[in-house]
């Protein structure tokens, strides 16, 4: 079956920090553009972070620049998410995205071909 797998998730009080890891299932991520995507209860859902298949592309909202860090290890079939400093608002549901692509880039588009279930962080004292 082809998936994507989210864990790292969890509850952590503000200013911590956790590592969300998008695991590949079934296809290999070398030809694939990953994003992470979040939703809050009652929000849309937004792009956070997402990294170009090599990895030397990456991009960041402004809302996560500098607290964040997007990387990959395409031998480990792996990507992940470093966040640091959290605060409340980064609460939400998190999920990752992979789209294959042929330029080394990424976008945060809604067009990814496949997309994980989400896990939970929450963030809270």
């Known amino acids: 079956q082809l998936q994507v797998v989210e864990s790292g998730g969890g509850l952590v009080q503000p200013g911590g920090s956790l590592r969300l890891s998008c695991v590949a299932s079934?296809?290999?991520?070398?030809?694939?553009?990953v994003g992470w995507f979040r939703q809050a209860p009652g929000k849309e859902s937004e792009g956070v972070s997402c990294i170009g298949k090599s990895g030397l592309i990456t991009r960041y909202d402004d809302s996560v620049r500098g607290r964040f860090t997007i990387s990959r290890d395409n031998a480990k079939n792996t990507v992940y998410l470093q966040m640091n400093s959290l605060s409340p608002e980064d609460t939400a549901v998190y999920s990752c995205?992979?789209?294959?692509?042929?330029?080394?880039?990424?976008?945060?588009?809604?067009?990814?071909?496949?997309w994980g279930q989400g896990t939970q962080v929450t963030v809270s004292s």
């Open positions: 995205a992979a789209q294959r692509r042929n330029g080394d880039t990424c976008t945060f588009t809604r067009a990814y071909d496949y």
């Open positions: 079934g296809f290999t991520l070398d030809d694939y553009a």
